[in-house]
């Protein structure tokens, strides 16, 4: 009889299309040298994925740490997926037990997805109104994706209104040496403006001079035409 892993891995690999896989083996950088390098897809979509991360709900965490480890993208992004459910509906000793778990695992979630579907979902929540040192800890890190959690993770912050720690945290990596990492700035400083388009302009007028050209314009996207404009062209 098979095992609850086998029988989930069964499941999500039902849902497999080679044509897809081939798109986001390109789409996710995998070749040499590349941010995916080596990454394996089975060209399953984030939908389908959830589904089965809930339909196994209750895999045990050893296991839920096999399928983490695993070279499979779609079993990485199904075991996190089965995390977030759990946190989100778990009680007080299960969010912990998640929460400690997710960061015993930063190595491997390593990819932009992985990362976006999972540290505003987890981190966030659990760190809100609490010492967040720990960010800054991910943030100082050589490894990209873990620079990218602490900032993905205050996304659950700006939506209750708390930008203090997005603010720090962009502060650091105004200089950040990655181009996903200017993307995942610019787009939670654009998360601010949604809440507080003053709050997130009094940033950018420190700023936006500094900043690599793709955080500032994914950071004012949504800014009027001509204030757009204004930000790229220096002349605020």
């Not at 400690?100 to 981190?123: C, K, Q």
């Amino acid at each position: 009889m098979a095992s609850t892993l086998s029988a989930l891995r069964q499941d999500l690999h039902a849902y497999a299309n080679p044509q897809k896989a081939k798109v986001l083996q390109s789409f996710f950088k995998t070749g040499s040298g590349q941010y995916g390098e080596g990454d394996v897809f089975l060209g399953v979509v984030v939908p389908e994925t959830r589904k089965v991360a809930i339909r196994y709900k209750d895999l045990p965490l050893f296991d839920v740490e096999s399928l983490l480890r695993s070279p499979v993208h779609e079993e990485r992004l199904c075991a996190l997926l089965l995390l977030v459910h759990n946190y989100r509906h778990g009680d007080k000793d299960k969010k912990e037990e998640v929460y400690r778990f997710y960061l015993r695992s930063t190595p491997f979630i390593n990819n932009w997805d992985l990362v976006d579907l999972s540290a505003g979902y987890i981190v966030g929540p659990h760190l809100y109104q609490k010492d967040t040192s720990v960010l800054y800890k991910l943030v100082a890190s050589s490894n990209i994706w873990e620079r990218r959690i602490a900032v993905l993770s205050t996304f659950y912050f700006i939506k209750q209104g708390d930008f203090d720690d997005t603010f720090k945290i962009a502060g650091i990596l105004l200089q950040d040496s990655h181009d996903l990492m200017h993307k995942a700035v610019g787009w939670m400083l654009r998360e601010v403006g949604k809440k507080d388009q003053a709050k997130e302009e009094q940033f950018l007028r420190k700023h936006y001079k500094d900043m690599p050209r793709t955080m500032l314009r994914y950071a004012i996207e949504r800014f009027p035409e001509k204030t757009r404009q204004a930000y790229l062209k220096g002349k605020i």
